[in-house]
């Protein structure tokens, strides 16, 4: 049975079904999950070992090359990253970018870690492995209106609680709430009065507060559970907790020490709300399946319900993603109804009222089906995604034209309309088939790469397939009847406005088309010498009215120091013009509250502050008020002040890792290369992870001498950690949440350097000051030791002043380095936007010969021609050429949004050679010369041509004038592109067919030789 056939007999369901999908289509859009941009798989996660009391040194060794040796069996792992500071060693982990089942992935992270943990020493406190690094939060809110953080902390966990219950939560972290501990602060003096010290007062502790189950007994019918209360229970009872002093007397423990429950020293991490002290929640939503808009008026209700309950604590939003969701969705939606509109008015006044409105209708039919088969595929609506369907708006209708136009000129030629429908149907179902096939196989690259780039990217090609597809169907089988009855016979247009570009073009080709093919040429070869002028971005800014400020300062520094410091700068911030609100994060860099923000380790000389801007212009004016004035106020801090950005995490435009064995060399390196950096213009905020080193007392034990006394090392060393960190003494369970007992001196981590040499043991019940034993002297130790895959690294870091461009840095960075080359055996690697752009390029261009495999396949379907074929791939170039005045003239980068549009190019130009060539191969069948079909070809096809270009160019300007910062490059690239290959391809085309075209295609055909 023919597909006419088919067609006509099962109309009422293609109708049916048609309308069920679009319906399906209004249902996806008005239920289906909502966020701003697409979301990452979890390849990157953040691996901790604590290991109290061990240098960076000893971490090294005993924690971080251990498990480097385990970690390097895992062969989905891309990229480890390894830093040993004291007490700590922090991996970041990056699995490799074909990774998607990366649950499987972790767990082998996991079992490497067990591994490793069988040879870590004694004294090792924590291990975790972080592997949901990649989701971020879509509310933080800031508890406030107390100055006590333990009380802002204790809220904050209730009103998790009461968060939890908010449909679409997934988990919910807090930020800021300090870590408690019972501190047992004895009184120096009063010890050696009475000749005890601190561990004697750790095993009463031990002995009387121990958790100890009482059983239960059988009272017949039923068991009676005895509690003991063999622990402390009330901080009253504590205090009166007698102590047995050496003479056999005992006193209560109150009398010897202050007890108090308070924040953990060292201080750990704080948040900042404007100002005053809060606690942060992040609420993390489920992934993939949370409608963001609706999600944030069910959390506003909620919050409005529980902060009565709260009074008088403040709940206030530091961040609200749907704000950001809705603004960005209806801006594109805006965009792709004006779109849509602008297209339909073209169709209308090119092709008629009642002919342009049969294939304006094919815009919202496709639209739709598009969308309902994307949400059953478990699609999220993002802006990608909306942009992918704005991209084939203009391409879609092709399809339609030309089905709709050839029913027409069967009707005009006396055709019935049933005739009309089955002519057209019968000769364009496979012709059309296969130039949709090759626009689909353009985007094939793009479908199929893995990585970053193309995890963000995806939904463009992923709603481009899509709607060609539809397209395709809705054309060819939904379409002709529909137009069986709009359509009457006899029904005519007007003519074209481009037959006046049609005739000119025959003159030229049947006077001067060697000549216009040698003019091509040479346009090309200017248009080429543009390219220097083109500047280089891997993925441009984002334009929130929001900036983030990271705060550096000397390792070493205590985070009371940096949150004093970088308070000078909030408060300077809240008093400048065009700033809403600042959230200052201590001791860490707070919430990922952006997807393509950097998250950097806890360390105490770190902050980070995120400001919230009236406008997106005030941005600029801040990050320039940092770099020419607060620098200058604040020389010990490293300031980084920038915008955020888009496409995948980056830690900074420029990065280089440098790498070699020893570290004098490498030093001397990393200076040089500093030096070379500062001197290229175009560079701002350069700096360098390479350590410096950090002030330490070395303790030198004389064994002969503690040996005399009967003293061992550990008991030195315990004496001196018990001095300033405190000895643990087991649990105190506050609200059923145990914290940690910890004894020590009242002055803690603040004591004084002179009283080091004065601090004694007790043998026997007397006094034995450290210093009989060992000497201490101040030395310079490694504070932070950084590993890249193993190897020792030092990365340097440069962000880019306005309009530069990292290629343009790169290049004059390394010819300065081939004038004075760094030392012998130093390894340069590539970071930032230069590894991002590589890694993207690599990523297509593995899957690229899948996509010309398919293209030349439909290719070769239609034409069985190798010579065809080669005059087809011919405009390739072309369309890649054409972006490069749009480019330069708008002031635009070259990055991954003009490589998608250059890809999306690919597409439509091919199609507009096929149809060029398959009205020449038709007319040379019948019997005419090259010259006659090519002339033939250029009068029927240059309009449909122009109608494709002019509906996909305008179509695209709402989105090039758009104000965003990512779309306008991809606009630019498409539109200067494609009416620049048009105009070529209308020329070249029909000069090679007259240059490579001797016979007719009939006899090619027939002896497959062409």
């Not at 072309?878 to 490589?899: R, Y």
């Amino acid at each position: 049975m023919s597909l006419y056939r088919l067609l006509t007999r099962y109309q009422r369901f293609v109708f049916g079904f048609a309308v069920l999908m679009a319906l399906a289509g209004l249902v996806a859009y008005s239920s289906m999950a909502r966020q701003e941009d697409p979301s990452f798989p979890y390849r990157v996660g953040i691996l901790k070992v604590v290991f109290p009391g061990a240098s960076a040194n000893q971490i090294e060794k005993l924690i971080t090359e251990p498990l480097e040796e385990e970690l390097a069996q895992v062969e989905e792992i891309k990229q480890l990253e390894t830093i040993s500071r004291d007490n700590i060693a922090v991996f970041t982990i990056q699995l490799k970018d074909r990774i998607y089942a990366t649950d499987a992935a972790w767990d082998r992270v996991r079992r490497a870690m067990e591994r490793a943990q069988r040879e870590f020493p004694d004294g090792v406190s924590d291990i975790e492995l972080d592997d949901r690094r990649m989701d971020i939060p879509t509310v933080v809110l800031s508890v406030m209106g107390n100055d006590n953080p333990i009380v802002l902390a204790d809220a904050a966990d209730e009103i998790k609680q009461h968060l939890l219950t908010v449909p679409g939560v997934s988990r919910i972290e807090v930020n800021g709430a300090p870590e408690k501990e019972l501190v047992i602060a004895t009184d120096e003096t009063v010890l050696h009065q009475l000749g005890i010290n601190r561990q004697t007062i750790v095993q009463h502790l031990q002995q009387r507060n121990a958790l100890i189950p009482g059983g239960l007994i059988n009272n017949g019918d039923r068991f009676i559970r005895i509690n003991t209360q063999s622990d402390v229970q009330e901080l009253n009872d504590l205090a009166l907790l007698p102590i047995t002093l050496p003479n056999g007397q005992r006193v209560p423990l109150n009398a010897l020490a202050s007890i108090r429950i308070q924040p953990r020293e060292p201080l750990a991490a704080q948040t900042f709300h404007n100002g005053e002290r809060a606690v942060s929640l992040g609420v993390i939503t489920v992934r993939g399946q949370t409608d963001t808009i609706a999600f944030g008026e069910r959390l506003r209700e909620k919050l409005d319900e529980i902060r009565p309950m709260f009074a008088p604590l403040e709940i206030k939003e530091a961040f609200f993603q749907p704000t950001y969701v809705k603004a960005r969705l209806d801006g594109l939606q805006i965009s792709l109804m004006i779109s849509a509109g602008i297209i339909a008015v073209i169709v209308l006044l090119a092709l008629g009222w009642r002919t342009g409105l049969l294939v304006a209708l094919v815009l919202p039919v496709v639209a739709l089906i598009t969308l309902a088969v994307y949400n059953m595929g478990g699609g999220i609506l993002h802006q990608v995604a909306v942009i992918g369907i704005v991209i084939s708006l203009g391409i879609l209708v092709d399809n339609a034209i030309v089905i709709v136009e050839s029913i027409e000129t069967q009707l005009r030629n006396g055709l019935t309309r049933a005739e009309a429908v089955k002519q057209s149907i019968v000769q364009l179902a496979m012709p059309l088939f296969s130039s949709t096939g090759t626009t689909i196989a353009a985007f094939i690259p793009l479908l199929l790469s893995k990585g970053g780039t193309a995890d963000f990217t995806r939904g463009i090609p992923v709603m481009i397939v899509l709607a060609m597809i539809t397209s395709y169907v809705i054309s060819v089988f939904l379409l002709p009847l529909v137009a069986f009855y709009w359509l009457k016979p006899g029904n005519k247009t007007g003519v074209p406005a481009s037959h006046w570009i049609a005739e000119k073009l025959v003159l030229l080709q049947q006077r001067y088309s060697k000549r216009a093919l040698l003019g091509v040429l040479g346009l090309m070869v200017v248009v080429i010498a543009m390219a220097p002028l083109m500047k280089m971005q891997f993925f441009p800014s984002a334009d929130r009215n929001q900036l983030v400020i990271d705060m550096e300062l000397p390792m070493g520094t205590p985070v009371d120091y940096t949150a004093e410091l970088s308070q000078n700068l909030e408060q300077q911030l809240i008093q400048r013009d065009g700033v809403d609100s600042v959230m200052r994060s201590v001791g860490m860099t707070g919430f990922r509250f952006f997807y393509n923000l950097s998250s950097l380790p806890d360390a105490p000389n770190r902050a980070r502050l995120m400001v919230n801007t009236h406008e997106f212009s005030d941005n600029r004016k801040i990050i320039d008020w940092i770099e020419q004035e607060v620098k200058f106020q604040m020389p010990e801090a490293t300031l980084v002040a920038k915008p955020l950005g888009q496409g995948p995490p980056l830690p900074a435009p420029i990065v280089l890792r440098l790498q070699h064995p020893d570290k004098d060399v490498l030093t001397q390196a990393t200076y040089q290369a500093l030096q070379v950096l500062y001197n290229i213009e175009g560079t701002r905020t350069i700096r360098t992870n390479m350590d410096t080193g950090i002030a330490e007392l070395q303790l030198n034990i004389d064994d002969y001498s503690s040996a005399e006394l009967g003293i061992q090392r550990p008991q030195i060393t315990s004496e001196i950690f018990g001095q300033v960190r405190g000895l643990d003494a087991g649990e105190y369970r506050y609200s059923n949440d145990p914290i940690t007992m910890r004894v020590r001196s009242r002055s803690g981590e603040h004591t004084g350097l002179d009283r080091m040499p004065a601090l004694y043991l007790y043998q026997d019940q007397q006094p034995i000051p450290i210093q009989t034993m060992a000497s201490i002297n101040a030395a310079v130790a490694d504070s932070e030791i950084y590993r890249f895959n193993g190897v020792p690294t030092v990365n340097l870091y440069s962000e880019l002043q306005p309009g530069a461009a990292f290629n343009q840095i790169l290049k004059q960075f390394f010819a300065k380095l081939d004038e004075q080359p760094l030392p012998a055996g130093v390894n340069v690697i590539l970071g930032g936007e230069s590894e991002g752009s590589e890694n993207a390029n690599k990523a297509i261009l593995k899957t690229a010969p899948i996509g010309i495999m398919v293209m030349i396949f439909f290719m070769l379907l239609e034409f069985n021609s190798y010579r065809r074929l080669l005059m087809v791939l011919t405009t390739i170039p072309l369309a890649a050429v054409g972006i490069l005045p749009g480019l330069v003239l708008t002031g635009s980068p070259f990055g991954f949004q003009s490589l998608l549009g250059v890809i999306a190019l690919v597409g439509i130009v091919v199609n507009n050679a096929i149809v060029l060539l398959d009205v020449v191969d038709t007319e040379m069948h019948g019997g005419k010369s090259v010259l006659e079909a090519v002339q033939l070809a250029i009068r029927q096809r240059t309009a449909p041509i122009l109608l494709t270009t002019a509906t996909t160019v305008l179509g695209l300007l709402p989105l090039a004038l758009s104000s965003s910062t990512l779309w306008p490059p991809l606009a630019w690239a498409v539109i200067s592109g494609l009416v620049m290959s048009t105009v070529l391809t209308l020329i070249v085309v029909p000069g090679l067919c007259q240059l490579l075209l001797r016979q007719a295609p009939a006899a090619e055909y027939e002896t497959a030789t062409a």
